[in-house]
């Protein structure tokens, strides 16, 4: 499959039996970082409050503080059944949410966005939003449910775009997002939710944007020495495929700790893929989460080395692939969480 930077609105195309020979690797550091937008933990189902928080994000844009063409990722904490359907846990203790108020209210998010955009302006615009959920599965799932509500999930995301107006629907998309965590799941739950995604109709991306908590970085571990405990299995295998392999994933790797660690662990995880399948993870650029530690109190952040910004987040990803060179990647995204 070709896989193309997302410059311009995604096309869903599959391409088979073409062999694609990438033009060679631009150093990460001649990008210069572009302005952080804003993600969120959301905690509310609110088609209000989820208009006012995308036209926020339009305004950004129009005033130039957030660059045009921003990614926003926007999780919904945990999967679950919801009644005889599925839904997620939301972050919190905020209580349930069904997939379709999931999918109305992001629906609302791109419109407020773009609505707030002055018309002039939205033909240059291009707004893709990461609809995200966890891979912290219930106890009793097996890959069966976890399939299923990834099946459901992509569905909706097909909804979703479906029901944008013109208008928006030619300045945003919406697209999955998962927070695929090493210790939340075993690594066959984790490949079923994501291959469910794949399956739905419509054959919409999604946005990679856990962690890799266990895999190695430049000085300890080796190959398979991902996951942590209860859920040890995991291999490198298991996560370049489902942030990057499975080819409709787009890694934004969570980056907050201040000693490094979580860069130098996707980025030795980018130089497996490179010297496995050939070709290094394509990064569309770090998430940290500064503000989601000054909203629930930055001292737990900053005592547990955990309060990076988006620029050392940024920076941390560009001089770890400047020292695996063969890892350098042009990043052209910085994402940084807030909790609402």
Same mark, same amino acid.
């Given at each position: 499959?070709?896989?193309?930077?997302? @410059?311009?609105?995604?096309?869903?195309?599959?391409?088979?039996?073409?062999?694609?020979?990438? @033009?060679?690797?631009?150093?990460?550091?001649?990008?210069?970082?572009?302005?952080?937008?804003?993600?969120? =933990?959301?905690?509310?189902?609110?088609?209000?409050?989820?208009?006012?928080?995308? #036209?926020?994000?339009?305004?950004?844009?129009?005033?130039?503080?957030?660059?045009?063409?921003?990614?926003?990722?926007?999780?919904?904490?945990?999967?679950?059944?919801?009644?005889?359907? /599925?839904?997620?846990?939301?972050?919190?203790?905020?209580?349930?949410?069904?997939?379709?108020?999931?999918?109305? %209210?992001?629906?609302?998010?791109?419109?407020?966005?773009?609505? #707030?955009?002055?018309?002039?302006?939205?033909? !240059?615009?291009?707004?893709?939003?990461?609809?995200?959920?966890?891979?912290?599965?219930?106890?009793?799932?097996?890959?069966?449910?976890?399939?299923?509500?990834?099946?459901?999930?992509?569905? %909706?995301?097909?909804?979703?775009?479906?029901? @944008?107006?013109?208008?928006?629907?030619?300045?945003?998309?919406?697209?999955?997002?998962?927070?695929?965590?090493?210790?939340?799941?075993?690594?066959?739950?984790?490949?079923?939710?994501?291959?469910?995604?794949?399956?739905?109709?419509?054959?919409?991306?999604?946005?990679?944007?856990?962690?890799?908590?266990? &895999?190695?970085?430049?000085?300890?571990?080796?190959?398979?020495? &991902?996951?942590?405990?209860?859920?040890?299995? /995991? !291999?490198?295998?298991?996560?370049?495929?489902?942030?990057?392999?499975?080819?409709?994933?787009?890694?934004?790797?969570?980056?907050?700790?201040?000693?490094?660690?979580?860069?130098?662990?996707?980025?030795?995880?980018?130089? =497996?893929?490179?010297?496995? =399948?050939?070709?290094?993870?394509?990064?569309?650029?770090?998430?940290?989460?500064?503000?989601? #530690?000054?909203?629930?109190?930055?001292?737990? &952040?900053?005592?547990?080395?955990?309060?990076?910004?988006?620029?050392?987040? /940024?920076?941390?990803?560009?001089?770890?692939?400047?020292?695996?060179?063969?890892?350098?990647?042009?990043?052209?995204?910085? &994402?940084?969480?807030?909790? !609402?």
């Amino acid at each position: 499959m070709i896989r193309v930077r997302r @410059l311009a609105l995604f096309q869903a195309v599959i391409i088979i039996g073409v062999v694609f020979n990438p @033009l060679p690797a631009i150093a990460a550091h001649s990008d210069p970082k572009p302005n952080t937008v804003k993600s969120w =933990y959301m905690n509310t189902t609110s088609e209000s409050a989820h208009f006012d928080l995308g #036209c926020a994000l339009g305004d950004r844009i129009e005033a130039g503080s957030d660059p045009s063409n921003a990614v926003v990722i926007i999780s919904y904490g945990d999967p679950i059944e919801v009644g005889s359907g /599925w839904g997620t846990d939301l972050p919190g203790i905020a209580g349930t949410a069904t997939v379709t108020k999931i999918r109305k %209210a992001v629906q609302q998010y791109a419109t407020g966005a773009i609505l #707030c955009i002055p018309s002039i302006l939205r033909d !240059h615009v291009s707004i893709r939003i990461g609809v995200g959920v966890t891979n912290n599965f219930p106890g009793p799932w097996g890959t069966t449910k976890s399939h299923d509500h990834g099946e459901k999930w992509g569905e %909706a995301v097909k909804t979703a775009n479906e029901n @944008l107006s013109a208008t928006v629907a030619a300045s945003a998309e919406i697209w999955g997002a998962y927070d695929n965590e090493l210790g939340y799941s075993n690594p066959q739950q984790g490949r079923a939710w994501a291959n469910g995604f794949k399956d739905a109709p419509g054959v919409w991306p999604y946005f990679y944007f856990g962690a890799a908590g266990g &895999c190695r970085n430049f000085d300890t571990g080796g190959i398979g020495s &991902c996951g942590v405990d209860p859920f040890d299995a /995991w !291999h490198d295998d298991d996560v370049v495929y489902i942030a990057y392999n499975i080819a409709i994933a787009y890694p934004i790797p969570q980056i907050y700790r201040e000693d490094g660690i979580n860069a130098e662990q996707w980025v030795m995880l980018s130089l =497996y893929n490179k010297s496995t =399948y050939g070709i290094e993870l394509d990064f569309e650029g770090p998430l940290s989460q500064k503000a989601a #530690c000054d909203y629930i109190g930055a001292s737990n &952040c900053i005592a547990d080395g955990t309060y990076n910004t988006s620029t050392q987040a /940024w920076n941390q990803m560009v001089n770890k692939m400047d020292a695996r060179p063969a890892t350098i990647d042009d990043m052209i995204n910085s &994402c940084d969480i807030d909790w !609402h």
